[in-house]
């Protein structure tokens, strides 16, 4: 199989990376974590494998996440990871160097789009094109993107939320946070922290939120055990969370997720808005999956808000979208070769 892959599409996410292949779908999901050796200077592990190394390596491996808020934070390391993934979908024979869609950060300066660009081209693409990552979320979403009306796309991945109103195929209107799963979890270590003087570490504060997390508070709540250390006497403890708990500890950065989608509302022409009343507003990333936030982001705003089907592959499905059609889709949103 390995010589006829040509095209790929990637959603390089902060916290997770996604291949795409047209006629093969979605072949890759894997954390977006690459694992360094110290004394060598060299990549030992990336994706699934470097993610079990998080919080458990010695002094001479850094299991570290080359993108911090969905910008390129270590430009060496992202291009090692990029080509881990390539590799692994184009297999031995290396005939055909492919042609790459990624997406990246609707707010991304010029110089960190080439950057992409740039290590897309060293880590063996033949062509490297980005889209900002709102649109792909939207054409993956099934939100008929080219048509003269407004949409709105709320794209929660690990890293980032970004906010767009898109119309005839360019974004009319965006902002983003630098908030997302990531600071959610931190939320939550946090809370407990406060309140329970336990030490957790990242992938349980994460169990935690996919666990029992919601954004709204129920009156019949679940539980959830988790294990960490006790920072008084410094031993393994555990501890009996219930969901409100974790819903109190994450507010703010709902809160803050909320105003940008405000700040975006605000600054969106009227004929636009007006459609954007009428269809809703659709919420894509993988932490669309949190529960209830459609529910709490759509009552905040008075707009309802629903949730794309498989909301985590919606940017990278749109960049397989964007590879099926490449040349309609050049003119349109492509920048930069």
Known sequence: MGFFVKKIGIDLGTANTLVFVPGQGVVINEPSVVAVSILENKVI????EAKEMLGRTPDTIVASQPLRDGAIADYRITEAMLRYFIQKVSGKFRFFRPEIVL??????????????IDAALKAGARAAYVVK???????????????AQGNMIINIGGGTSEIAVISLGGVVASASARVGGNRIDLAISDYIKRKYS???????AEDVKIGIGAAIAQVKEDH???RGRDLMGGLPKTVLIASNEVTEAIQDELREIINV??????????ELAADIMDKGMVLSGGTAQLRFLDQLIGKTIGVPCYVADDPAFCVVRGAG????NLDAYKRSIMMGK
């Open 45 to 48: 592990a990336v994706g699934n």
């Open 103 to 116: 997406s990246i950060p609707a707010g991304v300066t010029s110089t960190e789009r080439r950057a992409v």
């Open 133 to 147: 990552e709102p649109i792909l979320a939207a054409i993956g979403a099934g939100i008929p993107i080219h048509t």
């Open 198 to 204: 336990l030490a957790i570490g990242e992938r349980t």
């Open 224 to 226: 959830m055990e988790i």
């Open 261 to 270: 989608v405000k700040q975006v509302l605000q600054e969106t022409p009227p």
């Open 321 to 324: 979208i964007v590879l099926e």
